[in-house]
């Protein structure tokens, strides 16, 4: 699902994209880009395929197998652990946090990045945390040998 929604988004128009970028979350749903996408990725019309679409279109994305799980690009960007936990305290509003923060990321990997926006909740806000913790402890015991 994940890849038909990329390639739909480099079928589409400049000026759907473009429409696209400038929708919150909340407007997203009201788009006809978004119904474009979705005639062309097939995908069903819910609420985890608008998260989906909405990180996807803020983010570089890997565009082969090599790319980054959302945790790592965060480290590799910058992102501070204060930030990770804001994000995973956030509720509602995290999806919005999420992207802010994404649009520091490059080469992300589409999976990583479409199951975390997928299963967005509670549980997915604590793997995040928790596998970002595991790359920041696996960066310093590298750096320490």
């Given at each position: 699902m994940y890849k038909s929604i990329l390639k739909a988004l480099s079928v589409i128009s400049k000026a759907d994209k473009a429409e696209l970028k400038r929708?919150?979350?909340?407007?997203?749903?009201?788009?006809?880009?978004?119904?474009?996408?979705?005639?062309?990725?097939?995908?069903?019309?819910?609420k985890q395929t608008q998260r989906i679409l909405f990180l996807f279109l803020h983010t570089k994305m890997s565009d082969n197998d090599t790319g980054k799980t959302v945790a790592e690009a965060l480290l590799t960007a910058g992102v501070k652990e204060s930030q990770i936990i804001q994000l995973t305290r956030s509720g509602d509003n995290g999806v919005d946090y999420l992207k802010r923060q994404l649009v520091r990321c490059s080469d992300v990997d589409p999976e990583s990045l479409g199951q975390l926006a997928q299963y967005w909740g509670d549980n997915a806000r604590r793997q995040l945390l928790k596998a970002f913790i595991l790359a920041n402890t696996a960066k310093f015991e590298t750096e320490k040998d």
């Amino acid at each position: 699902m994940y890849k038909s929604i990329l390639k739909a988004l480099s079928v589409i128009s400049k000026a759907d994209k473009a429409e696209l970028k400038r929708c919150s979350l909340k407007t997203l749903a009201n788009s006809p880009a978004y119904f474009r996408v979705l005639a062309y990725s097939k995908a069903t019309d819910s609420k985890q395929t608008q998260r989906i679409l909405f990180l996807f279109l803020h983010t570089k994305m890997s565009d082969n197998d090599t790319g980054k799980t959302v945790a790592e690009a965060l480290l590799t960007a910058g992102v501070k652990e204060s930030q990770i936990i804001q994000l995973t305290r956030s509720g509602d509003n995290g999806v919005d946090y999420l992207k802010r923060q994404l649009v520091r990321c490059s080469d992300v990997d589409p999976e990583s990045l479409g199951q975390l926006a997928q299963y967005w909740g509670d549980n997915a806000r604590r793997q995040l945390l928790k596998a970002f913790i595991l790359a920041n402890t696996a960066k310093f015991e590298t750096e320490k040998d």
